[in-house]
């Protein structure tokens, strides 16, 4: 499959596409939950990287494949390929990014992903031109289209099983591996055969030479590699909010506020030894863009983990707070409120709909934007129980 073609380069598209996949992923797994400005602005940078990691990649391994010597690029179908990239890949992630990542949705969404990539490869082929002609094997490129589509599979999987981190991270290698496999396998079984002498390939439109291509990818490259950089920064916002929680033991919601009496917290039953238990909080903090807010737990649907902070949601949409989602767990009344996955807690009076989904269920909030939670399969028997529905099947 790598016959002839240039090692550093196969290895720096391999590298690009990963780069592209980690920062594109990053920045969708913000935009999960209700749709507001931001998070279109989210949902088009995760696009963006996405979709310029495939095209680099692709044109990186062009680069290094032994292509004849007087080949070009048409610039129209590059164009085209990369607009139709950056479609496709803004499609899928909205898909798997808002409302109830199902079965179905994913399993569309992979295939949608994998034959973008398949598509961009193809139409990206086409520009190349030269005093040759191209064949393509059918049976490897049924093989590339099924490779693309499982490893996308993959990699929306393991970047929906946690927001962060090294499944983060497993994601992205799944993305450079559906983006990468797919190229190196549909190569392999591209054949180019010499025009007979004396016959010339008549170009039609603006061409671009090897050498202007390597410019672009190099900026392009480099463009990657700094949205890389810069997803790896923490938020200042958040890290100022650890600082003053871990120095103060208060939440940086209440830093502005005025002096009161200390919080005083019931000692449990079993004495010295055990760890004191937060009392519940009848107030949440939330941060706005002019500050912090709070939030009364009345009027919380749903708490969702976002890295180690937590995003909570009103019945409107999607606010910060700084608690973790341990914590927010430890101030909310358990009578109240009830954890029903590793990522989510739910205010059981605001339930409205439940439903089996998967080897989990769904549940759906009340509110001017109702939403939906998961529930993993260890929680549905006691959410049955918490509404009442212990002898129903959901």
């Known amino acids: 499959m790598f016959e002839g073609h240039d090692p550093y380069l196969v290895a720096l598209s391999v590298v690009i596409a990963i780069l592209g996949g980690y920062t594109g992923f990053g920045l969708a797994a913000r935009i999960r939950g209700t749709p507001d400005a931001s998070h279109r602005l989210l949902l088009a940078g995760a696009a963006f990287f996405l979709s310029v990691g495939i095209w680099t990649m692709h044109f990186v391994g062009m680069l290094a494949a032994p292509l004849p010597a007087d080949s070009v690029y048409l610039v129209l179908p590059m164009i085209v390929s990369f607009l139709m990239c950056a479609l496709v890949v803004g499609i899928s992630l909205f898909f798997v990014s808002v409302g109830t990542a199902s079965m179905l949705r994913v399993a569309s969404s992979a295939a949608l992903l994998g034959l973008g990539i398949v598509s961009m490869h193809y139409v990206g082929m086409h520009g190349l031109a030269g005093n040759f002609a191209m064949t393509h094997v059918t049976g490897m490129v049924v093989l590339s289209v099924v490779i693309a589509i499982a490893a996308a599979y993959g990699g929306l999987r393991a970047f929906l099983a946690r927001q962060g981190g090294l499944q983060l991270l497993l994601s992205a290698i799944a993305f450079g591996v559906a983006v990468s496999g797919m190229h190196y396998t549909a190569m392999a079984g591209m054949e180019v055969v010499p025009l007979p002498a004396g016959a010339h390939h008549h170009l039609e439109g603006l061409v671009a030479s090897p050498q202007t291509l390597s410019l672009v990818v190099a900026v392009l490259c480099f463009v990657i590699a700094a949205g890389f950089l810069l997803s790896l920064v923490p938020d200042s916002r958040r890290t100022a909010s650890a600082v003053v929680e871990e120095a103060t033991g208060t939440p940086l919601a209440d830093a502005g506020a005025a ?34 807010h709070f939030i009364a737990s009345a009027e919380v649907r749903s708490v969702r983990a976002d890295a180690h902070y937590t995003k909570i949601h009103d019945g409107i949409r999607e606010r910060m707070c700084p608690w973790s989602i341990s914590e927010a767990e430890a101030h909310l009344d358990p009578s109240l409120f009830l954890r029903v996955h590793r990522s989510h807690i739910v205010a059981l009076s605001h339930v409205t709909f439940v439903r089996k989904e998967g080897d989990g269920a769904i549940v759906e909030l009340d509110g001017p934007s109702p939403h939906r939670v998961p529930i993993s399969r260890a929680k549905i028997a006691e959410v049955k129980a918490r509404l009442g529905l212990a002898h129903r099947t959901v």
């Not at 919080?263 to 863009?289: D, I, K, N, T, Y």
């Open 259 to 292: 002096p009161t009496a200390p919080r005083l917290r019931p000692v449990p039953l079993g004495g010295v030894g055990q760890p004191p238990h937060a009392a519940p909080a009848p107030r949440l903090p939330v941060e706005g863009a002019d500050g912090t």
